[in-house]
């Protein structure tokens, strides 16, 4: 009784607060424009790990919406006969996608930790609340405390999902009632709270920030892009020689400094 409705707020007060952030704050713009000189983010395991699970999370969260408002939502405007169809095929969707999704997030989980762990300077960013309401530019390696946030969160968010959801999908070990009835509201609240989280993301991660959906979407930012968002982290790339370098040509230049290590190493044996 109170799930649904707390949900509804939750969510839809979510995106009220988005929509009005935007009107006030507007798309963030690279300020320097583009340089058009590319700089390798995500390589394509890590894309393919990323959108994997975002695949999956969305279709988990659209057949878990329609089970959860469903009864209240849809059947006084398509009647009982027709939302019981699609209840039907929601919830076998539901059922096989949750176990794909529980292998993928724990395969996220480890694709993505390296450059997740805080630092001093995420404090910092924290603090200024990332740049987003003004204040001037804020440092961030890699990744910055907001994405570190998210990461981190949706992995515990995801876990208690995950686990209350299994235990929900295979009723087989003898569980009571009691048990499988408090597992779906657990399984419930912490599906409503990783979807609102998600909202902010979503948002940031497409219309938000220019530059920022091209990452993911093949793999290279823009270096201007790079140097107002992650300026640590491209300075790093930078040290290393990886700007406008493709993954195709850091690859070869990794074999090559193995295949010259090796050829070193023979010699001094020699």
């Known amino acids: 009784n109170k799930l649904i409705p707390y949900s509804m707020l939750l969510l839809g007060g979510l995106i009220l607060l988005i929509a009005l952030f935007r009107l006030i704050r507007g ?22 790990v990323h959108w994997s699970v975002a695949i999956l999370f969305v279709t988990l969260a659209f057949t878990g919406l329609i089970l959860t408002f469903g009864r209240d939502g849809l059947i006084p405007i398509i009647g009982n006969e027709a939302f019981s169809w ?9 059922d096989f996608a949750g176990p794909v999704f529980s292998i993928m997030i724990v395969v996220m989980l480890f694709t993505f930790m390296k450059g997740n762990f805080a630092k001093l300077v995420d404090v910092k960013w924290l603090v200024k609340a990332g740049g987003l309401f003004g204040g001037g530019h804020v440092s961030a390696g890699r990744y910055n405390a907001g994405e570190k946030a998210w990461y981190w969160f949706a ?24 048990f499988l009835t408090l597992t779906h509201v657990f399984h419930g609240v912490g599906a409503v709270i990783m979807i609102a989280a998600s909202f902010g ?3 940031m991660g497409t219309i938000g920030v220019e530059g920022a959906f091209e990452a993911m979407q093949t793999g290279y930012c823009d270096s201007n892009w790079a140097k107002e968002h992650h300026d640590i982290w491209y300075d790093e790339m930078a040290e290393e020689g990886k700007i406008g370098k493709t993954f195709e040509e850091l690859s070869d230049q990794e074999k090559m400094g193995s295949a010259h290590s090796g050829t070193s190493k023979s010699n001094l044996t020699t």
Request: glycine residues 6%.
């Open 201 to 203: 993301h979503i948002y």
């Open 155 to 178: 992995m515990l968010a995801g876990a208690v999902v995950v686990v209350s959801g299994l235990i929900l999908d295979f009723p087989i070990f003898g569980q009571e009632r009691d």
């Open 86 to 94: 699609i209840a039907i095929i929601a919830k076998r969707i539901h």
């Open 27 to 48: 798309k963030m713009k690279i300020e320097a424009g583009r340089s058009h000189i590319k700089v390798p983010r995500f390589t394509p395991f890590q894309r393919l």
